[in-house]
């Protein structure tokens, strides 16, 4: 398994931007498919979005659409998550995850049981 490790999280002002970076050990970090999640207070974790081994594709939770961007560069075993124009609604711990699993639809990555490594978290608060 890889190893992850986020940061980047912070206090923000609604309409401010962060950087989330993810850093995973291992020389694997491109055979695996990544993903973002999020778990506010009382509530689920969800699933925010997902990036392919050599990020030809992502997906995106609706809510979040135009306003995060995730990438990865696989030379520095790192992938990222640039959060633009923030709501208190974001307000969250941010979790990156790796899977190791391939599936026909991407959806399936939307599920949090197909990943096999999670980071700790970094918490990420949106003032008003």
């Known amino acids: 398994q890889v190893q992850l490790v986020e940061s980047g999280g912070g206090l923000v002002q609604a309409g401010g931007s962060l950087r989330l970076s993810c850093a995973a050990s291992?020389?694997?970090?491109?055979?695996?498919?990544m993903g973002w999640f999020r778990q506010a207070p009382g509530k689920e974790r969800e699933f925010v979005t997902v990036?392919?081994?050599?990020?030809?594709?992502?997906y995106y939770t609706d809510s979040v659409k135009g306003r995060f961007t995730i990438s990865r560069d696989n030379v520095k075993n790192t992938v990222y998550l640039q959060m633009n124009s923030l709501k208190p609604e974001d307000t969250a711990v941010y979790y990156c995850a790796a899977s190791g699993r391939t599936f026909v639809s991407a959806s399936a990555y939307y599920r949090a049981q197909e990943y096999d490594s999670w980071g700790q978290g970094t918490q990420v608060t949106v003032s008003s």
């Open positions: 990036i392919s081994r050599s990020g030809g594709w992502t």
């Open positions: 291992g020389r694997t970090f491109s055979s695996y498919v």
